[in-house]
């Protein structure tokens, strides 16, 4: 079955400190990734998505993430946090080019001074 | 990008009763998404609708609980019928916008069942 997991439920960080926001999905078939964030009280935002070509993928916010596809993964970083950056974040998945998409659990990042 | 409204954004209903809620797209879109988001969760779909067929429901829900409507290519419907307090949730919309190869979200339908 295809699925998505995001291993860390949780990530606490001290603001300007760096940050990895793990995701890996189960399938064989052709992949689109996205991660998107959701602040408190408000909708979801895409952050980035890969699609095709440059593995490495730039976002907005300073976010950034890299498609491994030997290890099924889709890891989301960010060189140095902000407190505006604390939010959950979900992986999403579309699998062999359907347009719907798989989400993982979520992981709440919390930045504290 | 698609800019997706949904009303109404929040509302508190009785257990038995039924609500429906809107969703509108400011373009043409093929396909339009429902998705239920339980509290403290991540979000679940929970149908596909298409303009000129029938709804294409996931594992676990099924068109006499949750009717879709989708009568043209900008606007849909989700009906959360004879709700329960397990109903209690955020139901979001989205659509596929082709040119941007990407999902765009509604804000989001915040229900509380009594």
């Known amino acids: 079955a295809q699925s998505v997991t995001q291993l860390d439920s949780q990530v606490p960080v001290f603001e300007e400190a760096p940050v990895e926001l793990r995701c890996n999905y189960s399938?064989?078939?052709?992949?689109?990734l996205f991660w998107y964030v959701q602040y408190p009280n408000q909708g979801l935002q895409l952050l980035l998505k890969y699609l095709s070509g440059s593995t490495l993928v730039k976002g907005i916010n300073g976010f950034e993430a890299e498609f491994n596809k030997s290890q099924t993964s889709f890891h989301l970083r960010k060189p140095s946090v902000h407190i505006s950056d604390t939010a959950e974040y979900f992986c999403?998945?579309?699998?062999?080019?359907?347009?719907?998409?798989?989400f993982g659990t979520g992981t709440r990042l919390q930045v504290f001074p | 990008s698609a800019v997706i409204s949904q009303k109404p954004s929040r509302d508190i209903c009785q257990r038995g009763t039924s609500l429906t809620i809107q969703c509108q797209v400011d373009s043409q879109v093929t396909m339009m998404f429902w998705y239920r988001q339980q509290p403290g969760q991540s979000l679940t779909l929970i149908a596909t609708?298409?303009?000129?067929?029938?709804?294409?429901?996931e594992s676990g829900f099924v068109i006499d609980k949750f009717p879709i409507s989708r009568p043209n290519l900008t606007f849909s419907t989700l009906t959360v019928s004879n709700m329960s307090p397990e109903d209690s949730s955020i139901y979001l919309c989205s659509s596929m916008v082709s040119i941007y190869n990407e999902q765009f979200f509604g804000p989001g339908t915040r229900l509380t069942v009594l």
């Open positions: 609708a298409n303009q000129g067929s029938e709804a294409t429901y």
């Open positions: 999403a998945v579309s699998f062999d080019n359907t347009d719907k998409l798989i």
């Open positions: 399938s064989s078939v052709s992949v689109y």
